[in-house]
């Protein structure tokens, strides 16, 4: 799928804005406010999550339905070329609706929606119409229970309930554009890039609508043809190729132009790097050189935006994480805008590229804040089907990303209940026949998931754990964590001797200006403590290719026990102010041995 831009051959009209929108309590299909209009609009900003910008926890809390609207208007000259209506992302189910009309219906929150719109509209004013539900459950990514109930007094009350930690944010959270091309055009383009010696082989497909002759070229940074072919498949070779490296990106422009007699018809650059990537003997290798993982996992969150997105806060964090020395995170829990991976590929950034799958595991505390049932997780969750669309839709996306060097295919699932290798092995299956690139593939475990009972590990390519030792177990005692945490990993190096092995999450609660000379937890002092202890055991461990702290900022939760307005492990606030261990670990990772 390509990101939309301008060419000399393709317009790109920002649809983002003020947009009409309303809370829908259950009436809105029935009044057919996709045909009449809003009776009452409020003014939304898109993009944004929509919980934070109107006041009062019926707003924020919403469970169901609303509606966006807006008028777009189409100049004639438009009318008779391929018309786009394209949302970064909808979360997470879209109805949407031009002048009345049902075009697309969409499921899933985090990868882009194009809506064809020709025959569809007329020049002058149309109106775009979006409705939004935010229920999840046990069919979708992320998972959530989701049941309605009698309450004396309320009537029927939806209860929609997270199975993972983060608020549900929601509503039009990435930019829409109408992107006008014309019918002859360059639909998705695939880079297959490796090393040969001191070139680089790129092996590609370009896929057309219509008949026209193709031309491709690759132009370097300083815009000069490279290497060029005339078909829409093949290979061309970059002689002395620049290669894409983590912290020093080159990114070449694969230039493909349409030709219909002699005359240029349509024009699509996309950006890529060349570079390689492999596990081999318990090393995680990029264009060969054994690479360790120093980054974070993160959210797309902020203030007042939600998850809504903001380029201004992805480059202030790119630019915190190479102050820190990092070189890498996760898009931990879901895919992060089209816009991020680009900044990535730009910045030298590498991700480990995750989809939605957060949430299968129907056992984790719900002995303590569920229903105390044992649950048979597997047998339980109906997500086969929206775990196939999720992996299909974020390698679709994301293919030609040269920051992704790995994709993550869940985090914390029930991988240690019986039904979880054969659930999971179609999936990886699926993964790796989807990418022509064949990047590994990792499921991220959860701690329990000790090397005696996880039933994927030998499904992934590289081990990636989620480890609370000195937190959620041993919290406040570092001496006992480093013991037991030194013995699970011992444990796993017996099992798969050769498989790398990282840490995708590890940390601490720490509330920002809580202090304490004697370590304490949720002070920064023990954040700092917390982490070094960690540090002290991975640095003996075989095979160790990397370690993301969690989280990059602190981050809005649902409401609980166990948050304080929100999940406080950030290593910066969630304005992006550091805390101790920013310092500690900025250190840490300017130093070369790692
Ligand atoms: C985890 C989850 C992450 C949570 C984190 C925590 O294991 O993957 O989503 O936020 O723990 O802080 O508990």
């Known amino acids: 799928m390509l990101f939309p831009i301008m060419t000399s051959t393709r317009t790109l009209i920002s649809l983002n804005g003020l947009w009409n929108f309303q809370m829908d309590k259950g009436i809105g299909f029935n009044e057919k406010w996709f045909e009449t209009g809003l009776k009452n609009p409020i003014r939304m900003p898109v993009p944004a999550s929509y919980n934070d910008i109107y006041e009062g926890a019926e707003f924020r809390d919403h469970v169901g339905w609303v509606w966006y609207e807006r008028e777009v208007v189409i100049p004639?000259?438009?009318?008779?070329?391929?018309?786009?209506?394209?949302?970064?992302?909808?979360?997470?189910?879209?109805?949407?609706?031009?002048?009345?009309?049902?075009?697309?219906?969409?499921?899933?929150?985090?990868?882009?929606?194009?809506?064809?719109?020709?025959?569809?509209?007329?020049?002058?004013?149309?109106?775009?119409?979006?409705?939004?539900?935010?229920?999840?459950?046990?069919?979708?990514?992320?998972?959530?229970?989701?049941?309605?109930?009698?309450?004396?007094?309320?009537?029927?009350?939806?209860?929609?309930t997270p199975n993972f930690d983060f608020f549900n944010y929601a509503g039009i959270q990435r930019p829409v554009y109408l992107w006008i091309m014309p019918n002859t055009y360059v639909q998705?383009?695939?880079?297959?890039?490796?090393?040969?010696?001191?070139?680089?082989?790129?092996?590609?497909?370009?896929?057309?609508?219509?008949?026209?002759?193709?031309?491709i070229s690759v132009c370097d940074e300083d815009g000069v043809e490279v290497a060029k072919g005339t078909n829409d498949t093949g290979e061309v070779v970059i002689e002395n190729v620049h290669l894409w490296q983590p912290l020093k990106s080159y990114l070449y422009h694969f230039v493909v132009e349409l030709y219909q007699s002699g005359q240029l018809v349509d024009r699509y650059e996309e950006p890529f790097g060349v570079r390689s990537v492999e596990v081999a003997n318990g090393e995680f290798l990029i264009n060969g050189k054994p690479f360790y993982?120093?980054?974070?996992?993160?959210?797309?969150?902020?203030?007042?935006?939600?998850?809504?997105?903001?380029?201004?806060?992805?480059?202030?964090?790119?630019?915190?994480?190479?102050?820190?020395?990092?070189?890498?995170?996760?898009?931990?829990?879901?895919?992060?805008?089209?816009?991020?991976?680009?900044?990535?590929?730009?910045?030298?950034?590498?991700?480990?590229?995750e989809v939605a799958a957060v949430g299968l595991h129907l056992n984790f505390?719900?002995?303590?804040?569920?229903?105390?049932?044992?649950?048979?997780?597997?047998?339980?969750?109906?997500?086969?089907?929206?775990?196939?669309?999720?992996?299909?839709?974020?390698?679709?996306?994301?293919?030609?990303?040269?920051?992704?060097?790995?994709?993550?295919?869940?985090?914390?699932?029930?991988?240690?209940e019986e039904g979880a290798y054969e659930y999971?092995?179609?999936?990886?299956?699926?993964?790796?026949?989807?990418?022509?690139?064949?990047?590994?593939?990792?499921?991220?475990t959860h701690m329990f998931a000790t090397a005696d009972r996880c039933k994927v590990a030998d499904l992934i390519d590289v081990l990636a754990f989620n480890m609370y030792y000195g937190w959620y177990e041993f919290g406040g005692q570092l001496e006992l964590a480093k013991v037991r945490f030194r013995a699970v990993l011992d444990a796993?190096?017996?099992?798969?001797?050769?498989k790398?092995?990282?840490?995708?999450?590890?940390?601490?609660?720490?509330?920002?200006?809580?202090?304490?000379?004697?370590?304490?937890?949720?002070?920064?002092?023990?954040?700092?403590?917390?982490?070094?202890?960690?540090?002290?055991?991975?640095?003996?461990?075989?095979?160790?290719?990397?370690?993301?702290v969690w989280n990059f900022a602190d981050f809005y939760t649902s409401q609980g026990v166990m948050r304080v307005q929100g999940n406080k492990k950030g290593i910066f606030t969630r304005d992006r102010k550091p805390k101790l261990s920013a310092h500690y670990l900025r250190q840490r990772w300017s130093n070369t041995h790692l």
């Open 76 to 160: 004639s000259s438009f009318l008779g070329q391929r018309m786009l209506l394209r949302f970064g992302s909808v979360t997470h189910e879209a109805k949407i609706y031009v002048n009345g009309e049902l075009l697309k219906e969409h499921m899933g929150g985090f990868t882009p929606i194009e809506v064809e719109l020709e025959g569809h509209v007329h020049g002058g004013s149309n109106r775009v119409t979006v409705a939004v539900n935010n229920v999840l459950d046990y069919t979708t990514l992320p998972v959530a229970s989701y049941r309605e109930e009698q309450m004396d007094g309320l009537g029927n009350i939806k209860i929609n």
């Open 188 to 215: 998705d383009i695939t880079i297959t890039p490796s090393i040969i010696g001191a070139n680089g082989l790129i092996a590609y497909t370009v896929e057309t609508k219509g008949v026209a002759d193709v031309k």
């Open 293 to 353: 993982f120093k980054g974070f996992g993160k959210h797309e969150d902020f203030p007042l935006h939600g998850r809504g997105f903001d380029e201004v806060v992805n480059v202030k964090d790119i630019s915190l994480m190479k102050w820190m020395g990092a070189n890498s995170f996760r898009t931990s829990h879901y895919p992060y805008s089209e816009e991020m991976m680009r900044l990535a590929d730009r910045e030298g950034l590498v991700a480990i590229d």
């Open 365 to 416: 505390g719900s002995l303590v804040f569920g229903d105390g049932k044992k649950h048979d997780t597997w047998g339980e969750l109906q997500t086969k089907h929206a775990h196939e669309q999720a992996i299909q839709e974020l390698i679709q996306r994301d293919k030609n990303h040269a920051c992704v060097v790995m994709w993550s295919i869940a985090n914390e699932p029930a991988s240690e």
């Open 424 to 444: 999971f092995a179609p999936l990886v299956e699926l993964t790796k026949e989807l990418d022509t690139q064949k990047r590994p593939v990792t499921i991220v």
């Open 492 to 498: 796993w190096t017996k099992r798969l001797p050769n």
């Open 500 to 548: 790398p092995m990282m840490l995708t999450e590890f940390g601490a609660d720490t509330v920002a200006g809580l202090h304490d000379v004697t370590d304490t937890m949720f002070t920064e002092e023990y954040q700092v403590a917390n982490l070094k202890a960690s540090h002290e055991v991975i640095d003996e461990t075989p095979n160790f290719v990397g370690e993301q």
